[in-house]
T-cell receptor, first 113, second 108 residues
Framework: DAGITQSPRHKVTETGTPVTLRCHQTENHRYMYWYRQDPGHGLRLIHYSYGVKDTDKGEVSDGYSVSRSKTEDFLLTLESATSSQTSVYFC????????????FGSGTQLSVL | GQNIDQPTEMTATEGAIVQINCTYQTSGFNGLFWYQQHAGEAPTFLSYNVLDGLEEKGRFSSFLSRSKGYSYLLLKELQMKDSASYLCAVKGYQKVTFGTGTKLQVIP
């Protein structure tokens, strides 16, 4: 157990509303990631962080922003949700001592109506 | 860029052996991973190969050929609980790219 908690687990929202998903870890890992998973696309990287206030874009970052003001929390924000952002969102960490491995949170099922 | 191909679905019998193939094309290679994902759950790490050859871990083995851009995951003595999706992922220079996964159904 990598001590990763995602919240909320499920969310239904309307098009145009802002949404923030939270990822919390308890083991002080430096590297944190946000992925989305959609049928036919596999897991795709949205944004990642390599330290407090250090973030970078992944392959599908449009429409998303992130913040990391504390080591333990990595927030993903949809500024104005669209139906195309309906997906399952996974947070992941990779331990410094095993950078090759990703450990995932339980996921957030987001539906944008 | 990176491109990963793996079969969409496979069916195998309990107690048997199944091989799930993965082919990839990548600019830069820093390792290949296999993850298991049960329906409605998060992916969990199974294996990591960075050098050519076979890595064995209990009932699961993973093989890599970098020159061929090819890997496989071998599952022996299949159990019903092995029914899941198996994700192949490749790490390039900066990031990890995932394939779309192979859904394995184990039947009695």
């Amino acid at each position: 157990d990598a001590g990763i908690t995602q919240s909320p687990r499920h969310k239904v929202t309307e098009t145009g509303t802002p949404v923030t998903l939270r990822c919390h870890q308890t083991e002080n890992h430096r590297y944190m990631y946000w992925y989305r998973q959609d049928p036919g696309h596999g897991l795709r990287l949205i944004h990642y962080s390599y330290g407090v206030k250090d973030t970078d874009k992944g392959e599908v970052s449009d429409g998303y922003s992130v913040s990391r003001s504390k080591t333990e929390d990595f927030l993903l924000t949809l500024e104005s949700a669209t139906s195309s952002q309906t997906s399952v969102y996974f947070c992941a960490i990779s331990p410094t001592e095993a950078r090759e491995k990703l450990f995932f949170g339980s996921g957030t099922q987001l539906s944008v109506l | 860029g990176q491109n990963i191909d793996q079969p969409t679905e496979m069916t195998a019998t309990e107690g048997a052996i199944v091989q799930i193939n993965c082919t990839y094309q990548t600019s830069g290679f820093n390792g290949l991973f296999w993850y298991q994902q049960h329906a409605g759950e998060a992916p969990t790490f199974l294996s990591y190969n960075v050098l050519d050859g076979l890595e064995e871990k209990g009932r699961f083995s993973s093989f890599l050929s970098r020159s061929k851009g090819y890997s496989y995951l071998l599952l022996k003595e299949l159990q019903m609980k092995d029914s899941a999706s198996y994700l192949c992922a490749v790490k390039g220079y900066q990031k990890v790219t995932f394939g779309t996964g192979t859904k394995l159904q184990v039947i009695p």
